[in-house]
Each structure stands twice: as structure tokens, then as C-alpha cells.
């Protein structure tokens, strides 16, 4: 793989796709030993740069560089200069005067991104760009998926709930159906428009039309951030259309996979038995966000192209 | 480049007895030691050592294997970023006696990432080192416990070491040599 950046999963290719995946295989047993380090990344320097509220993802991007050795320096939205008015490239010349070799960005600006890996050197990895893409979140959900379905070429991947306004169901979108994948999507037509079908996915109208014949059910969480007025009657009713609860899930197939990016609205768009049930693996996809946030960085950040080996035994 | 052929399938294949039995000879039955082979080329030369070495004491020495990718000091230096292997030791490491194998011993630098894997999964009561060829230029203090054969070479010769998956005999050792130096 040959990139400095990971903006998003558009346009990548399979193969890129299924070198992350392997990569983070193998990154696994790292956070399996006493020592959860390994020498990798060390001297470099990683920024983590979040300017919307984030735990899981912050969390994990940052652990990951740790995990390989890497230092790390984190700024957020509450307490960072744009709050007293310094624009996204003020900030970002500000960051590369510093000399980092990464920045791990989310913003609530799609494409923000984008611009900061045109306008600088060092690897951009986005960590979720308003409504457009959380390239790493997807690429944990598709190893996710790989370790129970063992391929993803000709499954049914069911995601549910905001699927317009969500950028996770995008990367899901594009990555999912680039590895051969069936996507079906459902929400409320103000959140699920039928538009959606230009992606290259199935847009069905109810949950149970998709937990008919889907082998994972993907739920997202209703963003009250980014809602307009009238998008959503009131909470309970998209509860009671769209939840998923456990009469819905029994009419799935029985080896259905429960998945959500977290976090859980529990009781609105999951009932809590659903979420800690059996079916889920919602905490197996934290465990490979590690896996894959390290793999992007070893991929990116880690030395030259890869392939061959250079005899120096 | 010109090619020599370094070693026949004969030949590797009694060095690999020969190397088996100074094993058992200096460390004893295989009860409280273990093999490790550097991914990739040293993995199945500990492969066909364990074999040996349960064939003349009756004891299968245990097997791991460690993969330095992570571990390189030469990362970025320009050099293609390998493939990741994979490290397996599926036992503890905290008092075990370990040999380290690998096909060629060139500039030890190999070595040196092997040792640091290791210490990051456990502490070895003691690490020996064996190695099929030995080609000399060392560029760090390290030297093998074990050595197949010592092969004259110059520094920008490449060795290579062809095993075949089921030790028919087939096996080559080569040489290319008149590289840049």
C-alpha cells in the first residue's frame, strides 16, 4: 500500500483494504503480551486533533500510536485557540511548525481533512469529517465481520437508523460493497432517503426487511447533533419503527451478528438485552479498533512501500 | 551477478545432523529448552532441527517462531517495508532456555531485533544462538553458539537458502556474487 493519508474509503482499493485488515492481524497479539509495545514508531511524533467530543476513537487512535512507540500529543475542541477565533489552517501551520509526522483529525467540516493532507507533508488519518467518512470505524467493523463471517464477498450487511447523516454507514458503505458485499440499509425517509441507492445499496423500508436475511445488523446511533426539526417525531416513536429489540432479532437469522459504533442510546435505537446479548460484538469492535488504528499507522507512518525482504540477516 | 551453488541438498542436510547433535551434546535432552526460528528463514530450519533432535533423544524440543518486522533498526532507511510475520511462542519464556535460529548470520542486526522481541515477551534464562551459514560482517557484537558452515563471501554477495517444504533432500545454498560492495 502506498499512501500517506487515509481520508476515507472511497475510491480504496480491495487490495488496500485486505492489507489493513492482514496487517491488523497481526497487530493483535501486541495488545495480547505483558509488554503491549513494540519499537515501531519510535521517535515519531502523532497529533491527536479533535475538534468534535469524542472518547472511544480518541482513545483507541491514541493507544494505538503508544502501543508502537510513538509520542503522542492530543488538542480538543474545549480547550484548544480556535475557540478565541484561529482558523483550521492557523491552527494546522501552528501543529506542522511543531513537526509531527501524523495527525489524526476529526472535525465537523467534511473534507476538513482533505484540505490539511493537501497543505502539509505528514499523514492525515480522518477520524470522522461531519457526515462523510470515519475511514478507521469501518475498517474495524469490516475485521469484525471477517473474524465471524470469514469473508465478506456475498454477505448481507444490514445497517439501520441515520443512515444519511452518518458517516460511519458511509465508510461501511464503500468499503463493504468495494470487498463484495450485499448493503441494505432502513431508517425513516427523512434519515434513509431512497436517494441512498446511488451508493450502490438497497434501500428498504422497515428493520424487519432487513433482519430478514441479513447475516449482520448494523444499528446507528440517532445523532441529536446533527438533527434538524422535524427529522424525527419524538424519540420513542423511532424507538418503537426502528429499535432493535429481541422479538425483532429472533425473526433473524439465528448466526446474525449485532453490531453498533458506539455509543449506545440504550433503549432507543437497542434494547439493552440486544446490546449485552449474545449475538453482539459491539466490544470486540473496540477491541479491533486498536488492531486497525495501528496497522493504519504502522502503514502509513512506518517506513517506505511495502513488499520484499532486504537480506539484511 | 554469478551464481554458485553454495551448499547441495546432501550437504545441507548433514550439516543440519551435525548441528542436531553438538545440540544434544552441549544441552542435553530437549526437556528445558526450546526452539525459535526467525521468521521467515529461520522458521523451518528449526523445523528440521526439532525433527532431528526428537529422532536421536526421543524428545520433540518445543517451537516458536519470532518476526522482527516490528523491531528493525532500519525501518527508514529507505528500504521496501517488509511483510509482517508472525511471532508465535506458545510457551512461557520467563526461565526458559532458548535457542534462536536463523538460516544466514550476516550483519547480526537481525539478531539484535530477535533478542529484543524476546525480552518484550518474557525473560529467558539464556538465549543461544544457531544458525545454518555464517557469512561473516558483522556490524554488531554477535556471534553463533552453533554454526552449520562458514561461508567466505564478500559484502554485497547475497546468500540464499532454498528449503523445500518436506526435506526431500532438495535443498540448495546459494551464492551471487559481484554485487556492489
Known amino acids: 500500500m502506498k499512501r500517506k493519508d487515509m481520508l476515507g474509503l472511497r475510491g480504496v482499493s480491495k487490495e488496500d483494504i485486505v492489507e489493513i485488515l492482514d496487517t491488523a492481524e497481526r497487530f493483535r497479539n501486541v495488545s495480547e503480551r505483558q509488554i503491549k509495545k513494540v519499537p515501531t514508531l519510535r521517535g515519531r511524533t502523532v497529533v491527536t486533533f479533535f475538534m468534535e467530543n469524542s472518547t472511544r476513537t480518541r482513545m483507541s487512535f491514541d493507544l494505538a500510536a503508544k502501543r508502537l512507540s510513538a509520542d503522542t500529543l492530543g488538542f480538543s475542541a474545549g480547550s484548544s485557540s480556535t475557540k478565541k477565533g484561529e482558523t483550521l489552517m492557523d491552527t494546522a501551520r501552528n501543529i506542522d511548525a511543531m513537526k509531527p509526522d501524523a495527525i489524526i483529525i476529526r472535525h465537523s467540516a467534511a473534507g476538513a481533512p482533505h484540505m490539511l493532507a493537501k497543505a502539509f507533508p505528514w499523514s492525515v488519518l480522518n477520524a470522522g469529517d461531519g457526515i462523510n467518512e470515519h475511514p478507521s470505524q469501518a475498517l474495524l467493523d469490516m475485521l469484525t465481520m471477517r473474524d465471524h463471517l470469514g469473508s465478506l464477498a456475498g454477505k448481507t450487511i444490514g445497517i439501520v437508523g441515520d443512515v444519511y447523516h452518518s458517516r460511519v454507514a458511509r465508510s461501511n458503505i464503500f468499503g463493504l460493497t468495494t470487498m463484495g458485499a450485499n448493503v441494505v440499509v432502513a431508517g425513516p425517509g427523512t434519515m434513509c432517503p431512497p436517494s441512498m441507492a446511488a451508493l450502490g445499496v438497497e434501500v428498504r423500508h422497515s428493520i424487519d426487511e432487513v433482519a430478514e436475511d441479513a447475516d449482520v445488523i448494523m444499528m446507528l446511533r440517532i445523532q441529536r447533533e446533527r438533527l434538524q426539526p422535524g427529522m424525527m417525531a419524538t424519540v420513542n416513536e423511532y424507538s418503537r419503527f426502528y429499535g432493535l429489540d429481541l422479538d425483532r432479532l429472533n425473526k433473524a437469522k439465528p448466526e446474525a451478528l449485532v453490531m453498533h459504533p458506539g455509543p449506545i442510546n440504550r433503549g432507543v435505537e437497542m434494547s439493552p438485552e440486544v446490546a449485552d446479548g449474545e449475538r453482539s460484538v459491539i466490544m470486540e469492535q473496540v477491541t479491533n479498533g486498536i488492531a486497525i488504528r495501528m496497522a493504519l499507522l504502522y502503514l502509513l507512518v512506518g517506513g517506505e512501500s511495502a513488499g520484499g525482504d532486504s537480506n539484511a540477516s | ?181
Open chain 2, 1 to 181: 551477478m554469478k551464481r554458485t551453488t553454495g551448499m547441495n541438498g546432501v550437504e545441507v542436510g548433514r550439516t543440519l545432523d551435525r548441528l542436531a547433535t553438538e545440540m544434544v551434546e552441549e544441552l542435553g535432552v530437549p526437556t528445558d529448552y526450546a526452539l525459535v526460528g526467525i521468521v521467515t528463514g529461520g522458521h523451518p530450519i528449526a523445523e528440521r532441527l526439532a525433527d532431528r533432535i526428537e529422532a536421536s533423544t526421543g524428545v520433540r524440543p518445543q517451537t516458536g517462531t519470532v518476526d522482527i518486522t516490528l523491531y528493525r533498526d532500519d525501518l527508514y532507511t529507505g528500504l521496501e517495508r517488509p511483510v509482517l510475520g508472525e511471532t508465535v511462542l506458545p510457551f512461557a519464556l520467563t526461565g526458559q532456555d532458548i535457542v534462536l535460529v536463523d538460516d544466514v548470520l550476516f550483519t547480526g542486526r537481525t539478531v539484535r531485533a530477535a533478542l529484543d522481541v524476546l525480552n518484550d515477551y518474557g525473560r529467558p534464562r539464556s538465549v543461544k544462538l544457531a544458525v545454518l551459514i555464517d557469512r561473516g560482517h558483522r556490524e554488531l557484537p554477535i556471534a553463533a553458539d552453533f554454526v552449520g558452515r562458514v561461508m567466505v563471501t564478500a559484502k554485497g554477495d547475497k546468500v540464499t537458502v532454498m528449503l523445500t517444504p518436506d526435506d526431500s533432500g532438495n535443498d540448495t545454498v546459494s551464492l551471487d556474487s559481484g554485487g556492489p560492495q
